[in-house]
Nanobody
Framework: QVQLVESGGGLVQPGGSLRLSCAAS????????IGWFRQAPGKEREGVSC???????SHADSVKGRFSIVRDNANNVVYLQMNSLKPEDTALYYC???????????????????WGQGTQVTVSS
């Protein structure tokens, strides 16, 4: 069964850090691109950070310099390291599988065929 499971969300103060994990099963991670997306209440789902099978990455302007995405193919896990968190980063964060070649068009939900269930990140004092 193809599956993505996120973990690592929680409550953090502004300026703090979190690392989200996306554990993949049922498929070979290094054949695909993986993206992290988020959705805040009342807003559309947006791309945060994406990585292709060559480890090329793409980030939303709002997170550049603060977030990084890395993949561990040996353990079938993709991480999202989030630093200098801001209240506007508060959202439900999802990881998703998408064709690696689509990174050429940026980090968007286009082409996503598998979604995780999401993990909540809340940035508040």
């Amino acid at each position: 069964q193809v599956q993505l499971v996120e973990s690592g969300g929680g409550l953090v103060q502004p300026g703090g850090s979190l690392r989200l994990s996306c554990a993949a099963s049922g498929f070979t991670l290094d054949d695909y691109g993986i993206g992290w997306f988020r959705q805040a209440p009342g807003k559309e789902r947006e791309g945060v950070s994406c990585i292709d099978k060559s480890d090329t990455t793409s980030h939303a302007d709002s997170v550049k310099g603060r977030f990084s995405i890395v993949r561990d193919n040996a353990n079938n896990v993709v991480y999202l390291q989030m630093n200098s968190l801001k209240p506007e980063d508060t959202a439900l964060y999802y990881c998703a599988r998408r064709p690696s070649r689509l990174l050429a068009y940026g980090c968007s939900p286009r082409g996503v065929d598998v979604w995780g269930q999401g993990t909540q990140v809340t940035v508040s004092s």
